[in-house]
């Protein structure tokens, strides 16, 4: 027999396989759990709200198209209602924030089961020069908001071609 049949199969520790230590080995499960909170820092999320998760504070993507008369920007906010969203527009830039609160309880058995999850974003867009703050709209379905910002027809006007002379 040789020696590689006489070593023990490693044991793939739980959280709960800190109780099966030794005494002297305390410093091991909080180097391990030391180890793990860097490795988690800063991992992406896998979804765009991960209430209740370890992590960044979540953030939406943001879409902009432009067409001739308007911008219309896009969020996606799943799990959110139009009286979760807040937006708001002040020295060229468009402020939109929200905030998820869910909660749950359910009995069963004898049993009380309650889980809380509360998460909030804000993301700030500088605005476009040409977009005229008045006439900024916002629609919200099906998890998506669009916001429509028209553009302002004398912003246009308001430009001019600045000739480059040789020194």
Do not use: C
Not at 93 to 109: A, D, Y
Not at 118 to 140: C, T
């Amino acid at each position: 027999m040789n020696e590689m049949t006489k070593a023990p199969a490693s044991k793939s520790q739980s959280p709960l396989s800190i109780f099966d230590r030794p005494l002297g080995e305390p410093l091991g499960w909080l180097r391990t759990e030391i180890d793990r909170l860097f490795d988690d820092f800063g991992r992406p999320t896998r979804s765009v709200f991960n209430f209740g998760q370890r992590g960044l504070a979540p953030v939406p993507a943001l879409d902009m198209v432009d067409d001739e008369k308007a911008y219309r920007l896009t969020a996606e906010l799943p799990g959110l209602a139009e009286k979760d969203i807040d937006i708001s527009v002040a020295d060229g830039v468009l402020r939109i924030s929200g905030e998820k609160k869910e909660e749950t309880e359910r009995k069963e058995k004898g049993f009380l089961f309650s889980e809380r999850r509360y998460g909030a974003f804000e993301r700030d867009v500088p605005l476009p020069s040409d977009v005229n703050p008045d006439a900024i709209k916002a629609q919200f379905k099906d998890g998506v908001l669009t916001v429509t910002l028209a553009k302002d027809e004398k912003a246009a006007a308001h430009t001019r071609k600045i000739t480059v002379e040789k020194a």
